[in-house]
């Protein structure tokens, strides 16, 4: 079983920044792909930034040259830098990893964070 634990999210004004971070815990064997997901009211959850456990990134349009996706394989935690945050930004934002672990593959997600950026 994996566990992830998201933080960083909170209240930030249009134009701020925020760092949300994601760590795994449990009988961790390996970690493939993680990533960012988000979730904003009446909308379906969406794909944010992803990082394979190699160091290669991929974005959504929406957030590219504003958000940055890095990991710490030895902490077994991934960040997302948010800068320039605009409104339409505001989410719950998940953690999302693929996993191999005593029980075998599968993908697990975090509880999720609460972004607001509003003035």
């Known amino acids: 079983q994996v566990q992830l634990v998201e933080s960083g999210g909170g209240l930030v004004q249009p134009g701020g920044s925020l760092k949300l971070s994601c760590t795994a815990s449990g009988n961790i064997l390996n970690i493939y792909v993680m990533g960012w997901y988000r979730q904003a009211p009446g909308k379906q959850r969406e794909l944010v930034a992803t990082i394979n456990n190699a160091g290669s990134t991929n974005y959504a349009d929406s957030v590219k040259g504003r958000f940055t996706i890095s990991r710490d394989n030895a902490k077994n935690t991934v960040y997302l830098q948010m800068n320039t945050l605009e409104p339409e930004d505001t989410a719950v934002y998940y953690c999302?990893?693929?996993?191999?672990?005593?029980?075998?593959?599968?993908?697990?997600w975090g509880q999720g964070t609460q972004v607001t950026v509003s003035s």
């Open positions: 999302n990893g693929d996993f191999r672990s005593l029980i075998g593959r599968r993908y697990y």
